[in-house]
C-alpha cells in the first residue's frame, strides 16, 4: 500500500467529529503539530507547536497531566478518564511508529466521548486494563515510600530525554535536593516517621514542577532529583529556591537541625547541552552527585 498523503491524512482527522490531536515525540517538549477542528471546540485554536504537557495541563489538572506525560514518555499506548468542561471523556495515547522507525515519532490523541451504555461500558472496562497494567509497571518504577520514581527508572527516563535532546542539541536541568541531617532526624524519630518526612518533602517538591513533562525520582536515601528541559540556568536556580523555602514551610520539626528548627534541603543545580557538556546521560547525573558530596 503506498504512503497516504499528508493532505489527505490531514482531511481525515479534520473530519472526525470527535477531537483529535497529534503529537510529536522526537523533540524534547512534544509539540502538538495537528489538531482537528473537533479540539479545537475543547482546547481552543492555540495548540499548535505547543507544548503537549501544558495543553494537557491546561485542560485536565496537574495531577493527572504528570501521569498522563509519564505515560507518554514511556511511548506507551494508554487510556486515561477525563473531565473537560463537564463532558467525560476517555483519553487514549496510541505512539504512531513507522516502518524504518526504531521508536515511534508521533503519537496519536483521541479524546473519546461514549455515548451509550455499550460505549460507556467498553470504555471503562478498556480503561480499568489499562490502569491494571500501569499499576503492575508502577511497582517495578516508583519507590514505595515516596510514589516517586526509583533512581533506577529515572536514569532511564534520562536516557531517554537526553538521546531525544542530543538530536536537537537542545538543554536539559537537573536539581539534586539532600535533606539536611537526615541521619539525625532517623535517630530521633525513628524509621516510620522518616518514611512519612521523606515522602512529604518528596510530595512538596512533586507540587512545585513547572510542567507536567518535568520529573521527580528519589534516588539513595535522602537525596531527590528534578529533571527539566528548562534552558535557563538562573531561571533553574530560582525554581529549586522556591522548592527549598516550601520544603521550610512544611514545617516537619527537626530537633538536630543545624539549619533551624525544621527539615530543610540543600540543592544543587546543573544545565548541560546534551551531547556536547557531556557524554552521556549518566555522566551528567554523576558530576551533580559528585559535586554534592554524594
Aim: glycine residues 8%; contains cysteine.
Amino acid at each position: 500500500m503506498r504512503s497516504v498523503n499528508r493532505k489527505i491524512l490531514e482531511q481525515v482527522i479534520a473530519a472526525s467529529t470527535e477531537p483529535v490531536m497529534i503529537v510529536r515525540l522526537d523533540h524534547t517538549d512534544w509539540p502538538v503539530v495537528l489538531a482537528n477542528p473537533a479540539f479545537e471546540s475543547i482546547g481552543g485554536d492555540d495548540s499548535i507547536k505547543r507544548p503537549f504537557a501544558d495543553v494537557i495541563e491546561d485542560l485536565v489538572g496537574r495531577e493527572l497531566a504528570l501521569e498522563i506525560s509519564e505515560s507518554l514518555r514511556l511511548q506507551q499506548e494508554s487510556s486515561f478518564a477525563v473531565e473537560v468542561g463537564g463532558r467525560e471523556y476517555l483519553l487514549g495515547l496510541k505512539p504512531l511508529q513507522l516502518p524504518n522507525d526504531e521508536n515511534p515519532r508521533f503519537c496519536a490523541v483521541f479524546w473519546r466521548g461514549g455515548s451509550g451504555s455499550i460505549a460507556r461500558d467498553g470504555s471503562e472496562t478498556q480503561h480499568a486494563l489499562l490502569k491494571a497494567k500501569r499499576k503492575i509497571r508502577d511497582l517495578t518504577r516508583d519507590d514505595p515510600v515516596t510514589g516517586l520514581l526509583k533512581g533506577r527508572a529515572f536514569r532511564e527516563v534520562l536516557d531517554h530525554d537526553w538521546a531525544v535532546a542530543s538530536r536537537e542539541k537542545s538543554t536539559l536541568a537537573l536539581v539534586l535536593f539532600t535533606l539536611d541531617d537526615f541521619d539525625a532526624y532517623v535517630e530521633v524519630f525513628g524509621k516510620h516517621a522518616s518514611d512519612s518526612c521523606i515522602r512529604r518533602v518528596g510530595q512538596a517538591i512533586r507540587r512545585c514542577l513547572r510542567r507536567a513533562s518535568d520529573v521527580v525520582a528519589r534516588l539513595d536515601g535522602a537525596q531527590l532529583v528534578v529533571l527539566s528541559h528548562a534552558a535557563d540556568e538562573d531561571g533553574v536556580r530560582e525554581f529549586a529556591g522556591r522548592i527549598s523555602i516550601a520544603v521550610r514551610e512544611l514545617g516537619l520539626h527537626h530537633p538536630r537541625s543545624t539549619s533551624g528548627r525544621f527539615v530543610t534541603v540543600s540543592h544543587g543545580v546543573s544545565t548541560a547541552t546534551a551531547g556536547e557538556d557531556y557524554k552521556s546521560a549518566a555522566a551528567f547525573l554523576e558530576a551533580l552527585i559528585a559535586d554534592d558530596g554524594g
